[in-house]
């Protein structure tokens, strides 16, 4: 599965994804991407090694309550695996960013590329 890159039309409840979902980003796919989730749906989102000479540090999200990170590792080829969660019930909308830094330059991580997460609930029967 690919995401889509930003910016993108706003997704459609049609296009999200549910259950258990590998999204893998190469160096050379966009740094900005968009993806749409179900509630409570899974993304393991694997990050191939850079090009250059940064590495992966950290994922994070912007808003944990609608996405949570959890499982972060970096593998010994320089691989990089996060587990992504969609809320339980909720919807709503976080940025989740991938930071990558030179190993021997000093100073803090920057982000190098960022995935806009959509979690859209089911429709409810009214």
Known sequence: MVPTPFPSVPPTAASCLSGHVEVTVSP????VQRLCLRPG????LVLAPRADDRRWTAVRSSAPVFVLVSDWRVDADGTARASLRGAGTRGGTAEVTALAKAPDVAGAARVAFTLHVDVVPYPTQG
């Open 41 to 44: 749906a899974v993304v393991s």
């Open 28 to 31: 050379s796919d966009a740094v």
